[in-house]
């Protein structure tokens, strides 16, 4: 509960309808897609940097947790007030400061949904790249508390690539300026990054300069089956050696195909074993060559089938047929996000397909290829508490697994609650510790979303 | 001068040919290209991170300065030692630790020079993007420690969009690793690009993991004269908000121009009064029409001239004549690489004519104008105290002036020494503070590289 100098202090600044203590007006703010349940104590709705760093400054006087949150779309628990104490919404600070197409800029509130930056900045022939699944309703805010990114991130990066400037309340209450207008710029610490991909653990960023990119003339795209895992993969691996970089590089391995066929026996070819969607895109002149180029990389023994697909859509028809059917299946899947080198995609999957083997568990795999970041599904049924025992043993040989092939646990969820028990597989003690004291120095009472990312 | 404990500490470990005392071999390690000169008390030259580790403590332990360094050729003083102490050249840690295509990735120590990178690269079809003028010379440990960037950077980016991951040893004598391996990775704290650009002042490099670019298949160029200055910095913005990205777009102005008519009056058409020379690349089939919209963008009554150059050694040819040029005229120029937003451009550069025009001084502007990054000189004679003291008046108008356009004022040298007394200008009392005190969390003793980059 709440202090209730804490909430008298508060309820002088904020109105009710921004200021929300009702449990059952609370409870839309306690989960987010990791499925988890937590919820807050109160909800703010500041529209101010000035609003948010007076309720920085009361939290930091009593004491209380403070869980910054967008859209609460993220996979990790990241949003989520697990230790009680105030979720803050930044929802309602959707002002688009500027649009600015001559210098490639949108300035935004951190509430604006990504969606409402790519209408923005379409008009003018651009758009900002990063693309998570949620797109069209995560908040930008939300997008660089996670560096979010999605399939075309092998093309085009991730949020940390695609941001100037941040302004944002720390820990401590102080607002602080960060990078610049301009896309270079080395005065002083980089900041703006330190901060992308910190979860609401370091600041509440109250605006962003978002560095746009032209949209491409032209898109095209292509689907292949193979036969084997091992053409696939190979396939995967020719594909990122040869200078063409695909604007997307998405893989579904045989539980994935095998799922989709169960719905839409005609959708693949039945003998298909491991598939790939790849994008190009760029000027209408250059696309040929890119198509040429992929395809032959694509050759193989086991390729049953490669080819250009005749619009886009259809292209991610499979991908898109996937996401429900596993809800459906399987609704409290352990969903990993984890990321090897491309060229050790083909041990990992060989390795992985032997640990689900092991442990006698349904295992759907598929992702963003192109950077080496799958998506590990395993399907397990929560009520069976063996079955949960042998997930999380194979889980943390998975991890290991990762680790040993010089991967990362987390491509674009994050750590959140979700995954902290394995960031000492990847992050040795004495960075550990040197994080921890980033975090000290920005929020020395510990108030920004307590708890998270770390062991 | 060193403690003689120090002395007889380091001798016991490193041999004489890789620890001078000599002032006459230390000599050589006492200037960089700002001109200055602070001969350090001694030099060092570590093979391994365990190495660089053993002199951070016994620095830590003595206080006494450390001052890294790849080649020296920075030109803000950042690699200067100051305060004497000692100079850590990392110029032997030269190993190329891997080349992998494949993840398009090499691995290197600090002393690898850019050059090399290139030329390990440039056979599986990759290049590493920084291009700072000195890259043929230049280590890749001072390119991340300034995020160096060049006249490419307006297309691929600078040094902090091509490293994935660092090993470092802080300032506290910790040896960290930051980041990854591949292109995704969110776990923990962006520790990578808050190192990058940091100047030394923070932790020594001690390998990196560089992210590699496919070489592009072809590249055009295109020269254009203007008649006036207003008519080019048009131009520039036409060019920059429509979608065709040049991989380099850069300008001269008049007095450069009639620098380089000086020495040959037949290089230039007579009444040109500002020129860019932009470049494209990508595949053969894009570059035509990149090359008919960046044609299209230039058109305006002012122009005299746009058209493709046959090749692009003779587009860089204006370019290179000058800066050797004005060495020659004006030794001990100041040289400016401040930033303004692009469409501020025709601002900035009216407004630096008048400035130059009050203060009496001459003046030669250059540079990457497709990031808005100029570099103003002004060609003072140092021995003239009037002159100084009329160009120190203008140099403080000049950084206001940026900064009240949304500017930056150093889009490549970086602080330094050279430019501590402005960097209030830009960067809030509140945010410095905080980098500060980044700054004591990695190096509490304040020995790397004191005195440097804060005011």
């Given at each position: 509960?709440?202090?209730?100098?804490?909430?008298?202090?508060l309820?002088?600044?904020?109105?009710?309808?921004?200021?929300?203590t009702?449990?059952?007006?609370?409870?839309?703010y306690?989960y987010?897609?990791?499925?988890?349940?937590f919820?807050?104590d109160?909800?703010l709705f500041?529209?101010?940097?000035?609003?948010?760093?007076?309720?920085?400054?009361?939290?930091?006087?009593?004491?209380?947790?403070?869980v910054?949150r967008?859209?609460?779309?993220?996979?990790?628990?990241?949003s989520l007030?697990?230790?009680g104490?105030?979720?803050l919404?930044?929802?309602?600070?959707?002002?688009?400061?500027?649009?600015d197409?001559?210098?490639?800029v949108?300035?935004?509130?951190?509430?604006?949904?990504?969606?409402?930056?790519?209408?923005?900045a379409?008009?003018?022939?651009?758009?900002?790249p990063?693309?998570?699944?949620?797109?069209?309703y995560?908040?930008?805010?939300?997008n660089?508390?996670?560096?979010?990114?999605g399939?075309?991130?092998?093309?085009?990066?991730t949020?940390?690539?695609?941001?100037?400037?941040?302004?944002?309340?720390?820990g401590?209450?102080?607002?602080i300026?960060?990078?610049?207008?301009?896309t270079?710029?080395?005065?002083?610490?980089?900041?703006?990054?330190?901060?992308?991909?910190s979860e609401?653990?370091?600041?509440?960023?109250?605006?962003?300069t978002?560095?746009?990119?032209?949209?491409?003339?032209?898109?095209?795209?292509?689907?292949?089956?193979?036969?084997?895992?091992?053409?696939?993969?190979?396939?995967?691996?020719?594909?990122?050696?040869?200078?063409?970089l695909?604007s997307?590089?998405?893989?579904?391995?045989?539980?994935?195909?095998?799922?989709?066929r169960s719905?839409?026996?005609?959708?693949?070819?039945?003998?298909?074993?491991?598939?790939?969607?790849?994008?190009?895109?760029?000027?209408?002149?250059?696309?040929?060559?890119?198509?040429?180029?992929?395809?032959?990389?694509?050759?193989?023994?086991?390729?049953?089938?490669?080819?250009?697909?005749?619009?886009t859509?259809?292209?991610?028809k499979?991908?898109?047929?996937?996401?429900?059917?596993?809800?459906?299946?399987?609704?409290?899947?352990i969903?990993?996000d984890?990321?090897?080198?491309?060229?050790?995609?083909?041990?990992?999957?060989?390795?992985?397909?032997?640990?689900?083997?092991?442990?006698?568990?349904?295992?759907v795999n598929?992702?963003?290829?192109?950077?080496?970041?799958?998506?590990?599904?395993?399907?397990?049924?929560?009520?069976?508490?063996?079955?949960?025992k042998?997930a999380?043993?194979?889980?943390?040989?998975?991890?290991?697994?990762?680790?040993?092939?010089?991967?990362?646990?987390?491509g674009?969820?994050?750590?959140?609650?979700?995954?902290?028990?394995?960031?000492?597989?990847?992050?040795?003690?004495?960075?550990?510790?040197?994080?921890?004291?980033?975090?000290?120095?920005?929020?020395?009472?510990n108030?920004?979303?307590?708890?998270?990312?770390?062991?």
């Open positions: 509960m709440l202090p209730v100098d804490l909430v008298a202090d309820s002088a600044v904020f109105p009710a309808d921004r200021f929300y009702d449990p059952v007006d609370c409870y839309s306690a987010d897609n990791s499925r988890k349940i919820p807050p109160a909800v500041p529209l101010t940097a000035e609003e948010v760093q007076s309720i920085v400054r009361l939290c930091n006087q009593y004491e209380t947790p403070l910054p967008g859209r609460g779309t993220g996979t990790a628990g990241g007030a697990e230790q104490g105030i979720a919404s930044l929802e309602r600070m959707l002002n688009i400061i500027a649009v197409p001559a210098n490639r949108i300035v935004a509130e951190p509430g604006v949904l990504n969606q409402s930056i790519q209408d923005a379409k008009p003018h022939g651009f758009f900002w990063p693309d998570p699944s949620s797109a069209a995560s908040s930008i805010g939300g660089i508390a996670t560096s979010a990114g399939p075309h991130a092998v093309k085009y990066g949020t940390r690539d695609h941001v100037l400037g941040i302004k944002a309340v720390t401590a209450g102080d607002i300026k960060t990078g610049c207008y301009t270079k710029g080395v005065v002083g610490y980089d900041l703006t990054r330190l901060l992308i991909g609401g653990t370091l600041a509440v960023i109250t605006e962003a978002l560095k746009l990119t032209a949209l491409p003339h032209a898109v095209a795209g292509i689907t292949a089956h193979f036969r084997d895992l091992v053409s696939c993969t190979s396939a995967i691996v020719q594909i990122m050696a040869q200078p063409q695909p997307a590089l998405e893989f579904l391995d045989t539980g994935a195909l095998d799922l989709i719905r839409d026996a005609d959708m693949l070819p039945t003998d298909s074993q491991a598939m790939l969607m790849i994008e190009v895109d760029g000027s209408a002149n250059e696309i040929p060559d890119a198509i040429a180029a992929i395809l032959k990389a694509c050759q193989s023994d086991g390729l049953i089938d490669a080819k250009q697909v005749q619009d859509a259809s292209l991610w499979a991908r898109k047929t996937l996401s429900p059917l596993l809800r459906e299946v399987a609704p409290k899947k969903n990993e984890v990321v090897v080198p491309v060229n050790s995609l083909p041990e990992f999957l060989a390795q992985l397909t032997q640990l689900s083997a092991r442990y006698q568990l349904a295992n598929f992702g963003h290829a192109g950077n080496g970041n799958i998506h590990v599904n395993l399907l397990i049924n929560p009520d069976d508490p063996e079955e949960v042998r999380e043993q194979c889980l943390d040989e998975i991890f290991d697994l990762v680790i040993r092939l010089n991967g990362t646990l987390s674009e969820h994050g750590i959140g609650s979700e995954k902290r028990a394995f960031v000492s597989k990847e992050i040795d003690n004495v960075t550990l510790e040197l994080m921890k004291h980033i975090k000290q120095l920005f929020d020395p009472k108030i920004l979303n307590p708890g998270k990312l770390f062991p």
